[in-house]
């Protein structure tokens, strides 16, 4: 994370960089700097694992019952204020509300939360005392169900990858067969059945899983293609921080005109082709040795 930090400083010498913009970048440059460095002081045993992964738990639980409340009881005065400020174009939808209970945004929230499941129910899988396994059940099986709620659709894949990550790192194989079953049940479930399709959350989630019939999809995919087009001759990309519509006060050239929708796709436009790839190299790395370890 020292290199990647070290890279994005050198793209300071990027013609097309602002220097405004690269400061205001600061979960591209420093964040997985600092979040190492605080793992390192912080995990010094097995034992503190487990403490984070409680503290996890509680957070999890508190986020879900943040969403229940906007949907249940209603938008607090901030929330209904973000939302009449251009909130509302992405979150009240006519195929259904996408709540987002103290995330950023729907998607973080989504995200977050089938993270959160899949490594909770891992958690419940391997805790040998009984009122501890039920309580990280309970949390996976919430945590999924406010994955939902968010309507963030693309937010699904995250648990079915950590699902098969998972099962290839503990090695075992009666575990790895149960959880590709599961997998391949899950998608013949979205993909080649109409069953829920009348629940608004299986029915938005459901058009994942058919990306061709999808406009919003297609939308995003063109974004891409134009976004390609102009970044082709950039193997360093266009700047930190000058991607996507939000960064417009920076400079209006067409990566800020044209929503990113994704954070990998904010680093390839930002750090090009070249920072992209050792970006994705340093996490893989990362997960590598970890999971090694």
């Known amino acids: 994370m020292i290199f990647w ?15 405004e913009a690269w400061l205001g970048s600061r979960a591209v440059v420093f964040n997985g700097v600092v979040m190492t460095f605080l793992a390192i002081l912080a995990i010094d045993s097995f034992k503190t694992v487990k403490q984070i992964l409680f503290l996890l738990s509680i957070l999890t639980l508190l986020a879900v019952f943040k969403a229940l409340v906007q949907k249940y009881i209603g938008w607090d005065t901030m929330e ?16 259904g509300t996408r709540y987002f209970s103290f995330f950023t945004d729907a998607g973080n929230f989504g995200s977050n939360m089938g993270f959160a499941g899949a490594v909770f129910m891992f958690i419940a899988l391997f805790e040998k005392k009984l009122l501890l396994k039920v309580y990280y059940f309970t949390v996976s099986v919430l945590g999924f169900y406010a994955l939902f709620m968010s309507g963030t659709r693309g937010a699904i894949i995250v ?5 098969l990550v998972m099962a290839i790192i503990c090695r075992k194989v009666k575990m ?22 009348g629940h608004t959350m299986i029915r938005r989630m459901r058009t994942a899983f058919r990306a061709e019939e999808d406009a919003s999809y297609l939308v ?25 519509v939000e960064n417009r006060k920076y400079s209006s050239i067409l990566s800020t005109q044209v929503p990113h929708d994704s954070w990998y796709v904010k680093i390839w436009v930002d750090t090009g082709i070249v920072g992209f790839i050792s970006y994705r190299g340093i996490l893989l790395l990362a997960i590598d040795q970890a999971a090694w370890r």
């Open 5 to 19: 930090c070290i890279y994005c400083v050198l793209e300071l010498a990027n013609p097309t960089s602002v220097t």
């Open 80 to 95: 209904l204020n973000w939302l009449s400020t251009g909130g509302a174009k992405t979150h009240i939808l006519g195929t």
């Open 159 to 163: 648990p079915l990858v950590t699902f």
């Open 176 to 197: 790895l067969i149960m959880l590709g079953s599961l997998l391949v049940i899950v998608f013949i479930f979205f993909r080649y059945t109409y069953i829920g399709q």
């Open 220 to 244: 995003r995919k063109n974004n891409q293609a134009l976004l390609s087009e102009y970044i082709k001759d950039r193997p360093f990309g266009v700047g930190i921080g000058l991607s996507g």
